[in-house]
């Protein structure tokens, strides 16, 4: 066996993916849309729980847990102001065109 590095080794065995497999493809092309689909979902979905933990976080900090209902409120009401006004600047620069 070898114990090149660039194989990558498990435990005390250097095992390479194209010994056992030959460098075939173990799933069919058609199978590989439904990976990227789910890949793609997964990504998405991790994305927005980030996105949610990250504003429940800003506003726990800010109002405490006191508060945390009524802060939820205002800054929901904030940030939805703040995109309704970006994306009627950005229809405004391409009227102007």
């Given at each position: 066996m070898r114990t090149d590095s660039s194989i990558g080794e498990l435990g005390s065995f250097a095992?390479?993916?194209k010994t056992f497999y030959g460098g075939r493809l173990l799933i069919a092309?058609?199978?590989t849309a439904t990976l990227f689909f789910m890949a793609l979902l997964r990504g998405l979905f991790w994305f927005a729980l980030f996105i949610v933990f990250t504003f429940?976080?800003?506003v726990l900090f800010e109002y405490g847990p006191g508060g945390f209902a009524k802060g939820v409120r205002?800054?929901?009401a904030r940030v939805k102001s703040f995109v309704v006004k970006q994306t009627q600047e950005i229809a405004k620069t391409k009227k102007n065109r």
């Open positions: 095992i390479g993916f092309s058609s199978a429940c976080f800003v205002k800054e929901y």
